[in-house]
């Protein structure tokens, strides 16, 4: 049964009331606003409506109003002022207070009886649909927890297979695919670096790793370069070479064609990397000679990641240099010049730089 | 003595109270309560007292009471009474308060009658 918590200074109006709605409800008193609001303090929740008297000695009616509102019971707990003025000021000022009814003196059972059950239900409804939509509200959350999880796996899938892909094209011209590891985490080092360092670049956590994964497109463009050219030991004559740069737009065509397999933002850092990792910071790279900030920041930063490797890298053509040497060797510019910023990125992180090509080289024993 | 014949030896208005509360003996049952209620009791205190706080508040409430059970000529009396003691000053009441002084004797001898008839 529902409980009503009678609030008057008056005994002979509280059990007038009382006589009127025990039948159907559980009843308590409260013979004045600060014991109604001690008992509403304590346990609000069981009541299911409260019958207000307003003018009451020390703690009056208007007052246990402005409290629960305060103290947001209202929203759960209805009110019904009982009043023996008839002004409509009174009535609006509890209305404004939060009062769901009003009840006036001298009491009419049947009005009684029919006002507290119509407001108990309706809140007793509500109560029923807020929680139903609490549920629900549940249930759409789990959803989106799951959706979550999976757009991350296929995300994570989609990566997997661009590494793969850059892996595969590595295969033919290294004896190994660990440069693309090594790229992916030289260009990690930097591009947080760079977040840190120059907010002025705008990189967001959500970039950094699409860049990343990017990385292993960088030279996805060798596919296309025949063995002759891609596997000659020696020297390589000034047309050989022409065409061993043009692994930068191959590659990028060859991306456009499939750039429907992602997301355009992706695809596009995708691009990027791939076409423009060989550009120079003067504009004395390759293939469209772009000059400083017009290279796009992914590249800018993969192109320092793909130099540094190669030189501590042993390749078919040359020996590895030392990191010592390899990072004396990007900073002094015999490299080509990269981006001011991003070589005070790497002078900052030569140490992490240092470590990984360390790691990287263990793993890779010289036969 | 009936119900009906109590309120109409008090100048109550029967009729209207039965319509408000629906039934003789929830009617009854709220009479008898009459004869606990403090409120009189209250503004005879705050009157001899000279607590001009107290006796409104008596008076006021007693009007209330009065209004709840259909004692018409009491609730008149005690109506205009809570009128003058708005202002909290004793002096110049004293002739409605005994008026609703006698009034009131006059309910509770009609109320103990039916009381005793129960």
New interface residues.
């Given amino acids: 049964m529902k409980k009503i918590l009678i609030v008057d ?5 509280r ?2 009331i009382e ?1 009127m709605l025990e039948d159907s409800y559980e009843i308590e008193q409260a013979d004045g606003g600060m014991a109604a609001i001690m008992i509403l303090k304590a346990r609000y929740e069981e009541f299911g409506c409260v019958l207000l008297d307003l ?1 009451m ?1 020390g703690v009056d009616g208007f007052t246990v109003l402005e409290v629960m509102q305060k103290q947001k019971w209202i929203e759960k707990v209805p009110v019904i002022v009982i009043s ?1 003025e008839n002004s409509k000021d009174t009535e609006n000022r509890s209305l404004d207070l939060g009062a769901s009814d009003f009840i006036r ?6 009005t009684v009886r029919r006002r507290v059950r119509n407001i108990v239900d309706l809140y007793d409804y509500r109560r029923k649909m807020d929680m139903k939509v609490e549920k629900q509200e549940e249930a759409l959350h789990d959803q989106y927890e799951l959706l979550l999880k999976q757009s991350k796996r296929i995300q994570q899938n989609n990566e997997k297979i661009i590494e793969i892909l850059g892996t595969v094209v590595e295969y033919r011209d290294l004896e190994s695919g660990e440069h693309i590891q090594r790229v992916k985490g030289f260009t990690e080092i930097l591009a947080n670096e760079a977040m840190k360092e120059y907010p002025e670049y705008g990189l967001t956590p959500e970039q950094i790793r699409q860049i990343v994964a990017a990385s292993s497109l960088h030279d996805v463009g060798k596919i296309t370069i025949p063995d002759s050219i891609l596997l000659k030991p020696g020297k390589l004559t000034k047309e050989e070479f022409d065409y061993m740069k043009s692994h930068t737009t191959r590659g990028s065509e060859l991306l456009q064609q499939i750039s429907g397999a992602w997301d355009d933002a992706f695809g596009d850092v995708c691009y990027d990397i791939c076409r423009h990792h060989h550009e120079k910071y003067d504009g004395r790279g390759y293939p469209d000679g772009l000059k400083g900030e017009e290279i796009p920041l992914s590249a800018q930063i993969v192109s320092i990641a793909d130099a540094y490797d190669a030189l501590v890298s042993e390749r078919v053509y040359k020996s590895a240099y030392t990191p010592q040497e390899a990072f004396h060797m990007i900073i002094s510019g015999e490299c080509g010049v990269f981006s001011p910023k991003l070589l005070e990125c790497f002078r900052n992180t030569r140490k992490k730089f240092e470590a990984l090509a360390a790691k990287q080289s263990e793993e890779e024993p010289d036969d | 003595m009936t119900v009906k014949e109590c309120y109409a030896q008090m100048g109550a208005d029967y009729e209207e109270v039965l ?4 039934s003789e003996a ?1 009617v009854k ?2 009479t008898l ?2 004869l ?4 009189f009791s209250e503004l005879e205190q705050g009157m001899q007292d000279g607590d001009a706080e107290n006796a409104f ?1 008596g008076a ?2 007693l009007k ?2 009065c ?4 004692f018409k000529a009491l609730y008149e009396v005690s109506a205009a009474l809570t009128e003058k003691l708005r202002g909290r000053e004793i002096a110049g009441s004293e002739d409605l308060y005994a008026q609703v002084k006698a009034s009131y004797q006059k309910h509770i001898e009609a109320i103990q009658q039916l009381a005793q008839e129960a």
């Fill in positions: 200074d008056v005994k002979m109006n059990v007038m006589e003018v000695p023996g003196k001298p009491f009419d059972e049947s | 319509g408000r509360l629906g929830l049952r709220f309560k009459f606990n209620d403090r409120s508040r006021h409430t209330g009471v209004s709840n059970l259909g």
